[in-house]
C-alpha cells in the first residue's frame, strides 16, 4: 500500500522560504503540484527514481526538488517565494523509474497522491 504524507506547509512573507516534506513508501517518480480553488492541478517540479528533475518555468530557479530513499522523503525547498505560490501543495507518486517527458506536469500520470499541505505566501 502506497501511503504519501506531506507536511511543512504554512505561511511565509514575500521573499522568504519553505520546506515541504513528503514521507513515501516504496515508490518510483515522484511529484510536487499545487493547486488553487477553482483551477486545475499545477505540476512544479518532478524527480524520477535516478534524480533526473524538471521545473515547471514559473518555479525555475527559486524551487528545489530533492529525495532521500534511505529516509522515504521526498522535499522541496521553496526560496524566493512571492503570493502567487500561495496553493494546496500535492506530492503525487507513480510505481515508474522515469516518465516520458511528455508525461512530466501532468496529473493524470501519477497514481498516488498525498492529502496536500496550505501554504500561504503574504506580500
Known amino acids: 500500500q502506497v501511503q504519501l504524507v506531506e507536511s511543512g506547509g504554512g505561511s511565509a512573507q514575500a521573499g522568504g522560504s519553505l520546506r515541504l516534506s513528503c514521507a513515501y513508501t516504496?515508490?518510483?517518480?515522484m511529484s510536487w503540484f499545487r493547486q488553487i480553488p477553482g483551477k486545475e492541478r499545477e505540476g512544479v517540479a518532478y524527480?524520477?527514481?535516478?534524480?533526473?528533475?524538471k521545473y515547471a518555468e514559473s518555479v525555475k530557479g527559486r524551487f528545489t526538488i530533492s529525495r532521500d530513499n534511505a529516509k522515504n522523503t521526498l522535499y522541496l525547498q521553496k526560496d524566493s517565494l512571492n503570493p502567487e505560490d500561495t496553493a494546496m501543495y500535492y506530492c503525487a507518486a507513480i510505481d515508474s523509474r522515469a516518465l516520458p517527458e511528455e508525461w512530466v506536469g501532468h496529473e493524470w500520470s501519477f497514481d498516488y497522491w498525498g492529502q496536500g499541505t496550505q501554504v500561504t505566501v503574504s506580500s
Open positions: 516504496g515508490i518510483g517518480c
Open positions: 524527480i524520477d527514481y535516478d534524480g533526473t528533475t
